[in-house]
């Protein structure tokens, strides 16, 4: 898709804004050690995350070869409490996202987040470590049926936007952004500083691709 009137923008959290990794697979680690479950290394984490807590443990466990969904809801449950603990201890944004938000909000560019993390801690995280900069919507998953790549949230954004999708662009690290951005016909943008890799990311054709937040600087200065 063509780029030229940018209006807003959609952020995914984990891998895009913040690198959350090391408490994500601490806390999930933390968890399996509870159930008598091996952990498993943090680079597997890299692979794994990206859709939702129900889909990381169930892929975890998979790997461990445990196919069982009573026990992939236990986990769910405990993750809960567990990340609770940990979520602030590592976690931090990017650098250059904060030289990011500051010029998108100089500019009245709109901004939001929607992410595949549990609703309740993507708010808490951008409130303590993002909450100097205003957010139309801030939503994480509330149920596995909404979240992406269904571009349900991300239409319901644009609407509280007031914006065509065509005027926003969709902003994450995976695959699963990119289809995101695809299936709700805005811009999409994949970056290269998360937890997928390049590859991944240009096998899912974004329309751009970006590997610091100071390039995407540029690029927003050329069409907003």
Not at 60 to 65: K, M, N, S, V
Not at 79 to 99: A, F, N, W
Not at 142 to 151: A, L, T
Request: aromatic share 8%; net charge neutral; with cysteine.
């Amino acid at each position: 898709m063509e780029c030229r009137n940018i209006k807003g923008v959609i952020f995914d959290l984990d891998g895009t804004l913040l690198s959350t990794l090391d408490d994500i697979a601490t806390a999930s680690n933390n968890v399996l050690a509870r159930l008598g479950i091996e952990g498993i290394r943090r680079d597997l984490y890299k692979v794994f995350v990206g859709e939702g807590t129900t889909e990381l443990f169930r892929k975890i466990l998979e790997y461990r070869g445990i196919l069982d969904e009573e026990k992939v809801k236990l986990c769910v449950k405990l993750m809960k409490e567990e990340y609770q603990k940990v979520y602030l201890d590592k976690t931090k944004p990017y650098e250059g996202i904060s030289d990011l938000l500051d010029y998108l909000q100089s500019k009245g560019i709109k901004m939001a987040v929607l992410s595949n993390k549990n609703h309740e801690f993507t708010q808490k995280l951008i409130l303590k470590l993002l909450g100097k900069w205003d957010f139309v919507e801030v939503l994480g998953a509330k149920n596995d049926e909404d979240r992406k790549p269904n571009p349900k949230l991300a239409m319901e954004i644009s609407k509280k936007m007031r914006l065509r999708n065509e005027e926003i662009c969709f902003i994450g690290d995976s695959a699963t952004d990119i289809e995101t951005a695809k299936n709700a016909g805005m811009v999409s943008v994949g970056v290269t500083w998360g937890f997928k890799t390049l590859e991944e990311i240009q096998k899912a054709s974004p329309d751009y691709i970006f590997h610091s937040p100071y390039e995407m600087i540029e690029f927003f200065k050329k069409v907003c």
